[in-house]
C-alpha cells in the first residue's frame, strides 16, 4: 500500500465521521435529547444486556475515561441510567441502563440507523450503479 493512498483512506474516514457525527448530533439531539455519545453508551448497555463497568464501555465507545464519566453523569441526571460501586472492588463502578434509559433507546434507535444509511448510501450509490 503506498502512503498516499493510505492519507487518501483516513481523509476519507474522517470526513464520514464528521459527516456522521453532525448528522447524529442534529437528528438525535432534535427528536429525542441525545448526543452521539450519549446514544453510543446506551446503544452498548443494551447490545451486552447487562451493567457494564465503565472500563468496559471505555473500550468500546472510544471515549477517554474523563469524557465517557460526563456522558454517563448526564446520562444518570436523566433518569436513562444508575451507577454503582462495584462492592467488591470500590474502585470499580457499574452502569446499568433503567426502563426509561431502554425506552429511550429504542425510540432513537430508527433515527441512528436512518441517519447512518443516509450517509453511507451516498458513498455506496456509485459503486452499486456499476
Given at each position: 500500500?503506498?502512503?498516499?493512498?493510505?492519507?487518501?483512506?483516513?481523509?476519507?474516514?474522517?470526513?464520514?465521521?464528521?459527516?456522521?457525527?453532525?448528522?447524529?448530533?442534529?437528528?438525535?439531539?432534535?427528536?429525542?435529547?441525545?448526543?452521539?455519545?450519549?446514544?453510543?453508551?446506551?446503544?452498548?448497555?443494551?447490545?451486552?444486556?447487562?451493567?457494564?463497568?465503565?472500563?468496559?464501555?471505555?473500550?468500546?465507545?472510544?471515549?477517554?475515561?474523563?469524557?465517557?464519566?460526563?456522558?454517563?453523569?448526564?446520562?444518570?441526571?436523566?433518569?436513562?441510567?444508575?451507577?454503582?460501586?462495584?462492592?467488591?472492588?470500590?474502585?470499580?463502578?457499574?452502569?446499568?441502563?433503567?426502563?426509561?434509559?431502554?425506552?429511550?433507546?429504542?425510540?432513537?434507535?430508527?433515527?441512528?440507523?436512518?441517519v447512518l444509511?443516509?450517509?453511507?448510501?451516498?458513498?455506496?450509490?456509485?459503486?452499486?450503479?456499476?
Amino acid at each position: 500500500m503506498d502512503d498516499q493512498f493510505a492519507v487518501d483512506t483516513w481523509h476519507y474516514v474522517l470526513a464520514r465521521h464528521a459527516r456522521a457525527m453532525c448528522a447524529l448530533e442534529r437528528e438525535l439531539g432534535a427528536k429525542h435529547g441525545l448526543g452521539p455519545s450519549e446514544f453510543e453508551v446506551l446503544d452498548r448497555i443494551v447490545h451486552h444486556d447487562r451493567k457494564l463497568r465503565i472500563q468496559e464501555l471505555c473500550e468500546e465507545v472510544h471515549l477517554s475515561q474523563s469524557a465517557l464519566s460526563r456522558v454517563v453523569a448526564r446520562l444518570e441526571r436523566a433518569a436513562l441510567v444508575t451507577r454503582r460501586a462495584c462492592d467488591s472492588d470500590r474502585r470499580g463502578v457499574f452502569v446499568r441502563i433503567t426502563d426509561e434509559g431502554r425506552a429511550r433507546h429504542a425510540a432513537a434507535l430508527p433515527t441512528q440507523r436512518a441517519v447512518l444509511c443516509a450517509i453511507f448510501a451516498e458513498d455506496a450509490a456509485p459503486l452499486l450503479a456499476r
